[in-house]
T-cell receptor, first 115, second 113 residues
Framework: EAGVAQSPRYKIIEKRQSVAFWCNPI?????LYWYQQILGQGPKLLIQ????????DSQLPKDRFSAERLKGVDSTLKIQPAKLEDSAVYLC?????????????FGAGSRLTVL | DQQVKQNSPSLSVQEGRISILNCDYT??????FLWYKKYPAEGPTFLIS?????DKNEDGRFTVFLNKSAKHLSLHIVPSQPGDSAVYFC????????????FGKGTKLSVKP
Protein backbone atom coordinates (compact mmCIF):
# COMPACT_ATOMS: atom_id res chain seq x y z
CA GLU A 1 0.00 0.00 0.00
CA ALA A 2 1.18 3.52 -0.70
CA GLY A 3 2.46 5.45 2.30
CA VAL A 4 1.68 8.94 3.54
CA ALA A 5 2.73 11.47 0.90
CA GLN A 6 3.98 14.93 1.80
CA SER A 7 5.22 17.88 -0.21
CA PRO A 8 7.36 19.85 -0.47
CA ARG A 9 10.17 17.98 1.24
CA TYR A 10 12.17 21.14 1.87
CA LYS A 11 11.25 24.81 2.02
CA ILE A 12 13.32 27.88 2.87
CA ILE A 13 11.54 31.19 3.44
CA GLU A 14 12.18 34.48 5.14
CA LYS A 15 10.35 35.47 8.30
CA ARG A 16 6.93 37.01 7.76
CA GLN A 17 6.48 35.07 4.51
CA SER A 18 3.88 32.35 4.12
CA VAL A 19 4.21 28.64 3.36
CA ALA A 20 1.87 25.72 2.77
CA PHE A 21 2.43 22.00 3.20
CA TRP A 22 0.37 19.24 1.64
CA CYS A 23 -0.37 15.74 2.87
CA ASN A 24 -2.12 12.77 1.31
CA PRO A 25 -2.78 10.02 3.86
CA ILE A 26 -2.99 6.28 3.35
CA UNK A 27 -6.16 5.37 1.48
CA UNK A 28 -8.99 4.60 3.86
CA UNK A 29 -7.37 6.20 6.89
CA UNK A 30 -10.00 8.36 8.54
CA UNK A 31 -7.73 10.12 11.01
CA LEU A 32 -5.03 12.58 9.95
CA TYR A 33 -2.50 14.32 12.17
CA TRP A 34 -0.05 17.18 11.73
CA TYR A 35 2.95 17.10 14.06
CA GLN A 36 5.75 19.63 14.47
CA GLN A 37 9.23 18.32 15.26
CA ILE A 38 11.78 20.91 16.31
CA LEU A 39 15.42 19.82 16.19
CA GLY A 40 16.30 17.76 19.28
CA GLN A 41 12.67 17.35 20.34
CA GLY A 42 10.04 14.70 19.85
CA PRO A 43 7.09 15.28 17.52
CA LYS A 44 4.37 17.50 18.98
CA LEU A 45 0.76 17.37 17.81
CA LEU A 46 -0.51 20.50 16.09
CA ILE A 47 -3.90 19.33 14.83
CA GLN A 48 -5.89 16.12 14.45
CA UNK A 49 -8.72 15.48 11.96
CA UNK A 50 -11.30 12.71 11.97
CA UNK A 51 -12.53 12.62 8.37
CA UNK A 52 -12.98 16.35 7.64
CA UNK A 53 -13.70 17.44 11.21
CA UNK A 54 -11.20 18.79 13.72
CA UNK A 55 -10.75 16.56 16.79
CA UNK A 56 -7.97 18.48 18.55
CA ASP A 57 -6.30 21.76 17.64
CA SER A 58 -5.48 22.88 21.16
CA GLN A 59 -1.74 23.21 20.42
CA LEU A 60 -2.09 24.92 17.04
CA PRO A 61 -0.94 28.58 17.13
CA LYS A 62 -4.10 29.81 15.49
CA ASP A 63 -2.87 33.37 14.99
CA ARG A 64 -0.49 32.11 12.33
CA PHE A 65 -1.21 28.43 11.61
CA SER A 66 -4.22 27.03 9.82
CA ALA A 67 -5.10 23.61 8.47
CA GLU A 68 -7.91 22.09 6.50
CA ARG A 69 -9.06 18.71 5.26
CA LEU A 70 -12.01 19.72 3.14
CA LYS A 71 -12.96 16.42 1.49
CA GLY A 72 -11.80 14.18 4.30
CA VAL A 73 -8.80 12.94 2.34
CA ASP A 74 -5.78 15.16 1.76
CA SER A 75 -4.88 18.09 3.98
CA THR A 76 -3.03 21.40 3.85
CA LEU A 77 -1.16 23.11 6.69
CA LYS A 78 -0.44 26.81 6.26
CA ILE A 79 1.79 29.20 8.19
CA GLN A 80 1.30 32.93 7.71
CA PRO A 81 3.32 34.88 8.71
CA ALA A 82 6.22 32.60 9.56
CA LYS A 83 8.52 33.23 12.52
CA LEU A 84 12.08 32.05 13.10
CA GLU A 85 10.86 29.58 15.74
CA ASP A 86 8.67 27.84 13.14
CA SER A 87 11.80 26.22 11.69
CA ALA A 88 11.05 22.53 12.11
CA VAL A 89 10.03 19.36 10.32
CA TYR A 90 6.28 19.15 9.78
CA LEU A 91 5.15 15.54 9.89
CA CYS A 92 1.84 14.29 8.62
CA UNK A 93 0.52 10.98 9.93
CA UNK A 94 -2.62 8.95 9.42
CA UNK A 95 -4.42 6.06 11.11
CA UNK A 96 -7.52 3.97 10.53
CA UNK A 97 -9.31 5.36 13.54
CA UNK A 98 -8.74 6.87 16.94
CA UNK A 99 -9.83 4.32 19.47
CA UNK A 100 -8.11 1.18 20.57
CA UNK A 101 -4.49 0.40 19.84
CA UNK A 102 -3.81 3.30 17.51
CA UNK A 103 -0.69 3.01 15.34
CA UNK A 104 0.13 6.12 13.34
CA UNK A 105 1.89 5.92 9.99
CA PHE A 106 4.06 8.94 9.26
CA GLY A 107 5.14 10.59 6.06
CA ALA A 108 8.73 11.63 5.39
CA GLY A 109 8.04 15.17 6.57
CA SER A 110 8.46 18.69 5.21
CA ARG A 111 11.52 20.52 6.53
CA LEU A 112 10.96 24.25 6.94
CA THR A 113 13.79 26.73 7.45
CA VAL A 114 12.80 30.31 8.31
CA LEU A 115 15.58 32.88 7.84
CA ASP B 1 5.61 19.38 31.62
CA GLN B 2 6.98 16.38 29.76
CA GLN B 3 4.69 13.39 30.11
CA VAL B 4 7.06 11.02 28.29
CA LYS B 5 10.75 11.21 29.09
CA GLN B 6 13.76 9.66 27.42
CA ASN B 7 16.62 10.76 29.62
CA SER B 8 19.46 9.40 27.49
CA PRO B 9 19.98 11.52 24.37
CA SER B 10 22.40 8.99 22.92
CA LEU B 11 23.61 5.41 23.29
CA SER B 12 26.53 3.64 21.66
CA VAL B 13 26.86 -0.15 21.57
CA GLN B 14 28.99 -2.70 19.78
CA GLU B 15 27.53 -4.81 17.02
CA GLY B 16 26.18 -8.08 18.37
CA ARG B 17 25.63 -6.76 21.89
CA ILE B 18 22.35 -5.77 23.53
CA SER B 19 20.94 -2.25 23.21
CA ILE B 20 18.63 -1.08 25.99
CA LEU B 21 16.66 2.11 25.49
CA ASN B 22 14.67 3.50 28.38
CA CYS B 23 11.52 5.58 28.69
CA ASP B 24 9.61 6.96 31.68
CA TYR B 25 6.13 8.43 31.78
CA THR B 26 4.21 10.44 34.31
CA UNK B 27 0.58 10.14 33.19
CA UNK B 28 -1.00 7.07 34.81
CA UNK B 29 -3.82 7.22 32.23
CA UNK B 30 -1.47 6.05 29.46
CA UNK B 31 -2.32 2.47 28.56
CA UNK B 32 -0.71 1.94 25.17
CA PHE B 33 2.95 2.45 24.41
CA LEU B 34 4.87 2.43 21.14
CA TRP B 35 8.42 2.68 19.90
CA TYR B 36 9.21 4.39 16.63
CA LYS B 37 12.51 4.39 14.77
CA LYS B 38 13.63 7.36 12.69
CA TYR B 39 16.40 7.55 10.11
CA PRO B 40 17.69 10.96 8.93
CA ALA B 41 15.44 12.66 6.37
CA GLU B 42 12.71 10.07 6.88
CA GLY B 43 9.56 10.01 8.97
CA PRO B 44 9.29 7.88 12.12
CA THR B 45 8.41 4.26 11.41
CA PHE B 46 6.51 2.05 13.83
CA LEU B 47 8.64 -0.61 15.49
CA ILE B 48 6.79 -2.32 18.32
CA SER B 49 4.05 -1.61 20.84
CA UNK B 50 2.70 -2.87 24.14
CA UNK B 51 -0.61 -2.61 25.91
CA UNK B 52 -0.75 -1.96 29.63
CA UNK B 53 -2.36 -5.36 30.20
CA UNK B 54 0.97 -6.94 29.28
CA ASP B 55 4.44 -6.57 30.71
CA LYS B 56 6.38 -7.86 27.71
CA ASN B 57 6.01 -7.97 23.94
CA GLU B 58 8.51 -9.52 21.59
CA ASP B 59 9.01 -9.24 17.83
CA GLY B 60 12.15 -10.83 16.49
CA ARG B 61 15.20 -9.01 17.84
CA PHE B 62 13.04 -6.39 19.55
CA THR B 63 11.43 -6.75 22.97
CA VAL B 64 9.58 -4.11 24.93
CA PHE B 65 9.16 -4.40 28.69
CA LEU B 66 6.60 -2.44 30.68
CA ASN B 67 6.77 -1.81 34.44
CA LYS B 68 3.52 -0.04 35.28
CA SER B 69 4.26 0.46 38.95
CA ALA B 70 7.47 2.29 38.06
CA LYS B 71 5.90 3.97 35.00
CA HIS B 72 8.85 2.74 32.99
CA LEU B 73 9.33 0.91 29.74
CA SER B 74 12.38 -0.27 27.91
CA LEU B 75 13.23 -1.49 24.42
CA HIS B 76 15.79 -4.27 24.09
CA ILE B 77 17.49 -4.99 20.79
CA VAL B 78 19.39 -8.28 20.64
CA PRO B 79 21.67 -8.66 18.82
CA SER B 80 22.28 -5.07 17.76
CA GLN B 81 23.17 -4.46 14.11
CA PRO B 82 24.71 -1.41 12.40
CA GLY B 83 21.42 -0.92 10.51
CA ASP B 84 19.73 -0.32 13.86
CA SER B 85 21.57 3.00 14.16
CA ALA B 86 18.78 5.58 14.27
CA VAL B 87 16.83 7.79 16.66
CA TYR B 88 14.30 5.86 18.74
CA PHE B 89 11.19 7.59 20.04
CA CYS B 90 9.01 6.31 22.85
CA UNK B 91 5.34 7.30 22.55
CA UNK B 92 2.27 6.82 24.73
CA UNK B 93 -1.46 7.18 24.38
CA UNK B 94 -4.75 6.68 26.18
CA UNK B 95 -6.73 4.19 24.09
CA UNK B 96 -10.12 5.49 25.16
CA UNK B 97 -9.34 9.03 24.10
CA UNK B 98 -8.60 10.66 20.76
CA UNK B 99 -5.71 8.38 19.90
CA UNK B 100 -3.08 11.10 19.82
CA UNK B 101 0.47 9.97 20.63
CA UNK B 102 2.67 11.82 23.13
CA PHE B 103 6.34 11.45 22.22
CA GLY B 104 9.59 11.57 24.16
CA LYS B 105 12.59 13.50 22.85
CA GLY B 106 14.25 10.44 21.43
CA THR B 107 17.48 8.49 21.96
CA LYS B 108 20.08 8.31 19.21
CA LEU B 109 21.44 4.77 18.98
CA SER B 110 24.78 4.14 17.30
CA VAL B 111 25.77 0.54 16.69
CA LYS B 112 29.45 0.23 15.89
CA PRO B 113 30.74 -2.61 13.68
Amino acid sequence: EAGVAQSPRYKIIEKRQSVAFWCNPISGHATLYWYQQILGQGPKLLIQFQNNGVVDDSQLPKDRFSAERLKGVDSTLKIQPAKLEDSAVYLCASSLGMLGANVLTFGAGSRLTVL
Amino acid sequence: DQQVKQNSPSLSVQEGRISILNCDYTNSMFDYFLWYKKYPAEGPTFLISISSIKDKNEDGRFTVFLNKSAKHLSLHIVPSQPGDSAVYFCAASVTGSQGNLIFGKGTKLSVKP
